[in-house]
């Protein structure tokens, strides 16, 4: 976690530290790991938001929005990058029960 929080840091331009900015990111990255899991339909076990990617632009980005108090307008503006990875992550699941059966 401590990773993605300088992550989100870095993408939002926080370059100073500050104990009441810092509780707030880390709240916001808690916050936001479920909460993209769920849009795109990942499983806690295969979120991975630290690798380069679709994944971790529109998680940073999600970030960027709720921080700025705009975060009811991100759905609408990604919408088609939220269809796009919740496809992936449907097709992945489809596959992986099919190796099992």
């Known amino acids: 976690m401590e990773e993605l929080i300088r992550i989100v840091k870095r993408e939002l331009k926080i370059t100073w530290n500050d104990e009441d900015t810092d509780a707030e990111i880390e ?17 806690e076990e295969d979120s991975d938001y630290l690798s380069p990617g679709q994944e971790r632009r529109l998680f940073l980005n999600y970030c960027r929005y709720v921080r700025n108090n705009c975060v009811e307008e991100f759905d609408s503006r990604y919408l088609n990058d939220i269809l796009q990875l919740r496809s992936k992550y449907e097709v992945k699941y489809a596959k992986d029960s099919e190796k099992i059966q």
Do not use: E
């Not at 709240?27 to 499983?43: C, E, Q, W, Y």
């Open 27 to 43: 709240a916001l990255v808690s916050d936001a790991v479920p909460t993209m899991n769920f849009k795109l339909g990942i499983k």
